[in-house]
């Protein structure tokens, strides 16, 4: 300010001088800066592109590729249809109103609507499927490689849950779900349903995928073909190796069953067989395998001969 007043004094035409270049520098700073920031936009418009760029997700297990169209024979997805070729009914499907039937190892019954049988799904990235529960049913652990699941109970009461990745230490999270509950399953995640009323149980779910897929556990791990060596499943699952042989056909009597072993009736199949649950899992058991059965706390337990042991194959 002194300098200012000073300058003003000795030579108000030098004051005037100074103060228009000394405004004109701001000027200049200031377009100096707006410039950089338009170019560090510009950069980022360039190259943010191909910074999310990603390959579309998998619609199959896998797709190999060839070196020549003709010997192609699949795509990621289906092959479109002629837009002057659509109907209306190739967006709609009847039907999911009727309950299925469940006579089955798992007491459950899933209905899939996916592209499979309703071709509008095609690159539409959603599908839909229908489950009955038996009584003591259940949709057993399972996972969906291609899509995360939102289900909804329409009928009955359902424990559901899901297991995490290793890196988040396999925890589970688990509810009871009662009629109009809704429960997300991330994709990816191990995951089951089991129905815990006294009466049949009925659930819908959406799926973010077109054919969102699915893993049973159990049947990739005990029924795969070829089968697993049992060694790897003996040490994976920490089995007595006595026991091995009855990991590869689990279908009459406890894997490596002791005497007069004890489990809970899941499913009463046909000719008086069942499926049961013992302390190391879930077996089908022959009628003429049982001793008696128990009532215990509504249920029914049974005692199994004491000559029932693991599988002779």
Not at 14 to 28: D, W
Not at 37 to 55: E, F, G, M, R
Not at 88 to 106: S, T
């Amino acid at each position: 300010m002194e300098r200012d007043t000073l300058l003003s004094q000795v030579d108000p035409l030098l004051h005037m001088t100074l103060m228009k270049q000394a405004g004109m520098q701001i000027r200049c700073n200031a377009h100096a800066r707006t410039g950089e920031k338009q170019a560090v936009l510009s950069l980022l418009a360039l190259t943010l592109p191909l910074a999310i760029a990603s390959d579309p997700s998998p619609l199959q297990d896998f797709c190999v590729g060839v070196n020549t169209p003709s010997d192609g024979v699949f795509v990621n997805g289906k092959f479109c249809k002629d837009p002057k070729l659509v109907t209306v009914d190739d967006f709609f499907m009847a039907g999911l109103q009727n309950a299925r039937p469940v006579a089955n190892v798992v007491g459950s019954n899933v209905t899939a609507v996916n592209v499979n049988n309703l071709p509008g799904l095609n690159t539409l990235g959603i599908s839909l499927v229908r489950i009955d529960y038996g009584v003591n049913g259940q949709n057993p652990p399972h996972t969906h490689p291609r899509a995360t699941e939102i289900l909804y109970v329409g009928l009955g009461q359902l424990l559901v849950g899901f297991v995490t990745s290793n890196g988040d230490g396999n925890r589970m999270f688990t509810k009871t779900l009662n009629e109009g509950d809704v429960f997300v399953f991330p994709e990816g995640l191990i995951h089951f349903q089991f129905n815990v009323g006294r009466f049949p149980a009925v659930a819908f779910a959406a799926l973010s995928s077109q054919n969102p897929g699915v893993v049973t556990i159990a049947n990739s791990v005990f029924g795969s073909n070829p089968a697993i060596d049992p060694n790897v499943l003996a040490r994976a699952f920490q089995l007595d190796p006595k026991f091995k042989r009855g990991i590869r056909t689990p279908l009459h009597g406890r894997l490596g069953a002791k005497p007069k072993s004890v489990g809970f009736v899941q499913t009463i199949l046909e000719k008086g067989n069942m499926v049961v649950t013992f302390c190391s899992g879930e077996a089908r058991v022959l009628a003429s395998e049982v001793v008696k059965l128990i009532p215990l706390d509504g249920g029914q337990h049974v005692r199994l001969r004491k000559d029932v042991r693991e599988p002779i194959t």
